[in-house]
């Protein structure tokens, strides 16, 4: 019970664009113009940011490409920004976990998936539901990943785990896998989420979750010409 009481809270990472016109959600266009996308996206990091804000954390980061300005109406009170580093996007999530401070678990999503729910993460990192994990893998419907925790992370672990993973493949998740199997961890999976690339992903995660703030976006740009 008294190592319970003391196990650190853990560092929840968000890695995101901002949700500037052209530069996030480009496979939506068609059927939604880059304007469009960029308010689907910008309602998927504010449901993101949501709830991740409820689950029970020591750090909350936000690791952004892009002006900060672009999100500062979105930010619940105690996030902090941090700017993404150059390179390809596995080079980009080992250097998200650079900013996690040690001697607490850090666990990564994405942007992708605003129909997660609290509950999906606050129990499996838990004090008391953690112990014996290594870390934490959330696999994608298309083959990639929502999310990675590590229990010790580190920015040499991240390296280990992600530097030269084919990224956006389908493909993706199984090869994080592996690179978590060579490394002997005792991985706990997470349930399997939908991620938001197409119109057809945009329509199904809406459904799972009504009442957000990207289902209210979906159902305003679904009604336009250029989605009917």
């Known amino acids: 019970m008294r190592a319970v009481l003391a196990a650190p809270p853990p560092t929840l990472l968000v890695i995101a664009k901002a949700p500037l016109p052209g530069r996030v959600k480009t496979r939506l266009c068609p059927p939604c113009t880059p304007q469009q996308a960029a308010e689907l996206a910008r309602a998927a990091l504010a449901d993101t940011l949501r ?22 109406d979105l930010l619940p009170p ?41 509950e ?56 994080l896998l592996a690179r978590l199997a060579e490394a002997e961890l005792m991985v706990r999976q997470l349930p399997e989420l939908n991620d938001v690339d197409t119109a057809a992903d945009a329509a199904a995660v809406s459904a799972l979750d009504p009442h957000g ?8 740009v679904s009604r336009t010409a250029e989605v009917a």
């Open 51 to 72: 709830t991740l804000d409820t689950v029970p954390a020591g750090r909350r980061l936000l690791v952004l490409d892009g002006p900060t300005e672009a999100v500062a």
């Open 78 to 118: 105690g996030w902090q920004v941090l700017p993404q580093c150059g390179g390809g996007l596995d080079e980009r999530l080992v250097a998200a976990f650079g900013h996690a401070p040690p001697g607490a678990p850090a666990l990564l999503v994405g942007m992708d998936t605003p129909q997660l729910r609290a």
């Open 213 to 220: 703030a990207f289902a209210a976006s979906w159902r305003s």
């Open 120 to 175: 999906t993460l606050a129990q499996p990192l838990s004090a008391a539901a953690r112990s014996g994990a290594d870390a934490w893998f959330g696999p994608a419907a298309d083959g990639g990943f929502w999310a990675l925790g590590l229990a010790r992370p580190s920015q040499a672990l991240a390296r280990q785990l992600l530097l030269g993973v084919p990224m956006s493949t389908e493909r993706t998740g199984a090869a």
